[in-house]
């Protein structure tokens, strides 16, 4: 019984890691496709006609530090809110000045361009949160915490009858504390020893404060 009770808890908790590692992946993948979504826009502002163009920009860094604010705010706090109703009023700003840049110039394809890489911008967002907020079921934990107390209660206290094999007891319960912590470490994306690095974000805001490499139209 007690080989079964050890088994099955092995089970719930590779279950719940591989739960809690897929989250994990899924935010750092949505961290790198949000910068490269930004950073697309970004350039593609670059070549639409003033004066949306420096408003546009103007208006993407600040979105930028919007963006960065979520990583670094605990999910389904009051700052991550803040952060994201500050990235969806820039949001609407950047969109009415793409349907001017459009109005202005119906038959040119940079405003086209830009719009659709805008739209890419603002669903990145909503799959960004959404995999932020995508936790492991507090069923699942539950169950990991309560089944790894029955089965080493079990264990030891049998093995307290015989008088032996408390080394054991000690290196599995430190087996099943550790991946529990690892379990509870990924599924919180801000707080803990492993978070969903930012870098990708913040390297983008360091390109940003250099020059526009690309020159309002009609320049040289």
């Known amino acids: 019984m007690q080989a079964a009770l050890l088994g099955l808890v092995g ?15 899924n935010r750092r993948a949505a961290v790198v496709d949000d ?7 970004y350039l593609r502002a670059q070549t639409l006609a003033e004066p949306e163009r420096s408003r546009s920009l103007n208006r993407l860094e600040a979105y930028l530090g ?3 604010r979520v990583s670094n705010a605990v999910p389904r706090s009051g700052a991550a809110k803040g952060a994201i109703a500050d990235g969806e009023r820039l949001q609407r700003q ?3 000045l793409a ?7 119906p038959r040119d394809s940079a405003p086209r361009l ?13 799959v960004r949160v959404a995999a932020l907020n995508n936790r492991v079921p507090p069923a699942v934990l539950a169950l990991e915490l309560i089944g790894a107390a029955i089965a080493l209660g079990l264990l030891g206290a049998y093995l307290a009858v015989v008088g032996r094999g408390v080394l054991t007891v000690v290196l599995a319960a430190a087996l099943v504390v550790l991946l529990l912590l690892v379990t509870f470490d990924l599924d919180r994306p801000t707080r803990g020893l492993i978070r969903v690095p930012s870098a990708p974000l ?7 404060a250099e020059p526009p490499p690309a020159a309002p139209p009609g320049r040289p």
């Open 202 to 208: 913040t390297q983008l805001k360091a390109s940003m």
């Open 94 to 96: 950047l969109w009415a």
């Open 66 to 68: 919007t963006s960065i």
């Open 114 to 126: 830009y719009v659709e890489s805008l739209n890419e911008m603002i669903d990145m967002q909503t």
């Open 11 to 25: 089970l719930l908790l590779a279950f719940g890691l591989s739960m809690a590692v897929g989250r994990y992946e």
């Open 35 to 41: 910068a490269n979504a930004i950073g697309t826009t």
């Open 99 to 105: 349907g001017e840049s459009l109005a202005s110039a």
